[in-house]
């Protein structure tokens, strides 16, 4: 039995944390490293960092606001939002962050990810994708924070980058996003049966439960969640939260 | 004083918060004259195993290391690769490791039925197999964040120090004399990994 990895991810935007329902209306929820303090208490087991207006804004990572995060975070951090060269990459694993997130770059070919993983190793690059429903069924993966279609299929996007290097996959379902009524787990299962490198499950997140089913029935290695871990009670206030030892520790994958 | 060893393996900078995070003086080098003068080392890593020692070569360092280590018996921790580097060879390479004990690295090889998957990646609880000032006894059961495809197999079981499981039990750290060496990552574990590093600072 080992122990799926439970990952708040924290959204930013400008120096700010936000959270978002549906990749829309960002409500800021806080200071970062307050946060990244805040988790390091609690004993999370790992952070996924997503700068989520850096690629819309045609910017590059904020360099030092990484730095000053990893230099707080004492657990494995991810980072990703506007990283779209082999050297922004070693300059954000060098400041301490494990692993580099890559969306948008990796649309429009997957130079960037075979690139990053011969460098830094296949352990280093996440490949974060973003679905939506399609009307007549099936998936397409959205680029740019959710605001571009590409006309790509989830699975195949998701192979293509295992086959190019990434160590792992982010899956993040758009409609669910904010929610809190659970993950698509059909999504999940679609993009975990077809690599054999551990699947993240991200958007819907709302209790305990969510989470086993997308380990138990969706297969992700790893659970994501944003708003559960940083809103409280139906009014949505702002509170940071984690899970206890003995709750993470039931989110389990059973050998078949 | 720490002295973290720089050889264009990955995350030192992260060890080096940590450390400051305990208050514990530490400095990150390549040079070989400050590694001489070094009381006690960490040899951390990321990466290919061949990469690692040949970067250890190239730079000089392995022979001080060597000297620093064996000969005058400087306490060193290894971490991750750091740790593999320390054995006499690796499946995952052709080149010779330090071989400062006697342990080979090998490849997971996980039932392709069993969903487990290799990277061995996330939180996994360790066991300590015997008494070291590295490990204190705690109220919770120590769990580590670990990243590797590659286990340390050590061919004398007294060596290991603490187990963990990935389909079937590993050296998930060892401890013989000065020489230690831990698979996971300490200054990603939050408040076990700063036990473990403040004990590495404060006790030997």
């Known amino acids: 039995m080992t122990k799926a990895r439970v990952i708040p991810v924290l959204l930013l935007k400008g120096k700010g944390l936000v959270k978002t329902v549906k990749f829309k209306n960002p409500v800021y929820i806080g200071d970062p490293v307050n946060a990244i303090r805040i988790f390091n208490d609690k004993g999370a087991d790992e952070l996924m960092l997503l700068d989520i207006t850096a690629t819309c804004d045609g910017r590059e990572p904020n360099f030092r606001m990484i730095e000053e995060i990893a230099g707080e975070c004492f657990m494995p951090l991810g980072y990703g939002g506007g990283v779209r060269t082999v050297e922004q990459m070693g300059r954000i694993l060098r400041s301490g962050v494990e692993k580099v997130c890559i969306n948008s770059a990796a649309l429009a070919g997957l130079d960037l990810v075979r690139q990053g993983a011969r460098q830094f190793g296949s352990q280093a690059i996440v490949v974060s994708i973003d679905a939506k429903k399609k009307l007549f069924g099936g998936y397409e993966v959205y680029g740019r924070s959710g605001t571009k279609g590409t006309g790509k299929d989830p699975v195949s996007h998701a192979r293509a980058a295992v086959a190019a290097g990434a160590g792992e996959i982010l899956i993040n379902a758009i409609d669910r996003d904010g929610l809190g009524n659970g993950y698509d787990l059909n999504l999940v299962r679609s993009v975990a049966e077809a690599v054999d490198v551990p699947v993240i499950a991200c958007g819907g997140a709302g209790t305990i439960q969510h989470m086993q089913q997308a380990v138990t029935d969706g297969h992700a290695s790893a659970v994501a969640a944003g708003s559960m871990f940083v809103f409280h009670g139906k009014h949505r206030a702002v509170l940071i939260s984690y899970l206890s030892a003995e709750e993470t520790a039931s989110i389990s994958i059973v050998s078949a | ?204």
Not at chain 2, 48 to 71: I, P, S, T
């Open chain 2, 1 to 204: 004083m720490i002295t973290i060893i720089d050889y264009g393996m990955g995350n030192s900078g992260s060890i080096k918060n940590m450390l400051r995070k305990l208050g514990v003086a530490s400095q990150i080098t390549s040079d070989p004259k400050v590694i001489e003068e070094a009381g006690k080392l960490i040899l951390p890593g990321v990466g290919a195993f061949d990469a690692g020692m040949a970067n250890l070569r190239e730079r000089g360092l392995a022979a001080v290391l060597d000297q620093r280590v064996k000969a005058d018996r400087v306490p060193i921790l290894g971490i991750c690769l750091g740790m593999q580097l320390m054995t006499r060879r690796s499946e995952e390479g052709g080149l010779p490791g330090l071989g400062w004990i006697d342990a080979e690295a090998r490849r997971f090889s996980v039932p392709p039925d069993s969903r487990l998957k290799v990277p061995h990646m996330g939180w996994t609880q360790v066991s300590a197999c015997k008494e070291s000032k590295l490990v204190t006894p705690a109220d919770e059961k120590l769990r580590y964040y670990f990243v590797h495809s590659y286990f340390v197999d050590c061919a004398d079981k007294v060596d290991v120090l603490l187990t963990a499981s990935h389909g079937y039990e590993f050296a998930a750290g060892f401890e013989c004399g000065n020489i230690m060496g831990v698979q996971f990552h300490p200054e990603k574990s939050h408040k076990f990994g700063m036990k473990l590093l403040q004990n590495f600072a404060l006790r030997y």
